[in-house]
């Protein structure tokens, strides 16, 4: 059974502070894992796909890594505009549709 | 900036009740999707559309629940008679392809059925 799990459900950190939160999926023909933020209240928003193991991706304070059964996103040096939900997503080979985690609970404090 | 859009924001209606909840795509992209969130809870795939026909749908798209692509632009989920479990935000996404390709996410219709 194809499943994703996030971790920390939640995560205080203060301003400045670096961390990562974890993917970590099983699924049968992986064709894209994908990361978005979503703020209380809105749909998610997309931030990055990665495709293959090894692959990274960079935007701003936020990198993207991908192994062969986990994704981690890496915060450098949060600002509190930061905090929200963050999603992770795979989609297989057979198929489109997307089947997500339930999230890590960023809350960036000043 | 291209964007999806969705309405209405916010729909309260009774249980038993026929909702319609709409949606417009991203103007050149070519698959449809539908996704649900009860409070709390991850997000769900509900139903995919492309070429106009579903391509794809998950275990909660019953015959309670219908898509259709009534003109060039909208796309909209009918619920036939709701109950209080469908209470949910209910998210319209479109993507330009299939494949490996990031979905873009409307602002989402919060549904309330009493």
């Known amino acids: 059974e194809d499943q994703v799990t996030q971790s920390p459900e939640a995560l205080r950190l203060q301003e400045g502070e670096s961390s990562s939160l974890n993917c970590s999926y099983t699924?049968?023909?992986?064709?894209?894992l994908f990361w978005y933020r979503q703020d209380p209240g809105k749909g998610p928003e997309f931030l990055f796909t990665?495709?293959?193991a090894g692959e990274e991706k960079e935007k701003e304070r936020l990198k993207a890594t991908l192994t062969k059964k986990e994704s981690f996103l890496h915060i450098t040096a949060p600002k509190p505009e930061d905090s929200a939900t963050y999603l992770c997503a795979v989609q297989r080979y057979t198929g489109n549709q997307f089947y997500f985690g339930t999230g890590t609970s960023l809350t960036v404090i000043p | 900036e291209p964007e999806v859009t969705q309405t209405p924001s916010h729909q309260v209606t009774q249980m038993g009740q026929e909702v319609i909840l709409r949606c417009v795509p991203i103007s050149n992209h070519l698959y449809f999707y539908w996704y649900r969130q009860i409070l709390g809870q991850k997000v769900e795939f509900l139903v995919s559309?492309?070429?106009?026909?579903?391509?794809?749908k998950s275990e909660i798209f019953d015959d309670q629940f219908s898509v259709e692509r009534p003109d060039g632009s909208n796309f909209t989920l009918k619920i036939r008679s709701t109950k209080l479990e469908d209470s949910a935000m209910y998210f319209c996404a479109s993507s330009p392809d299939r494949g490996a390709y990031e979905q873009y996410f409307g602002p989402g219709t919060r549904l309330t059925v009493t």
């Open positions: 559309f492309y070429n106009n026909e579903i391509s794809e």
């Open positions: 990665l495709y293959s």
């Open positions: 699924v049968s023909g992986l064709r894209g």
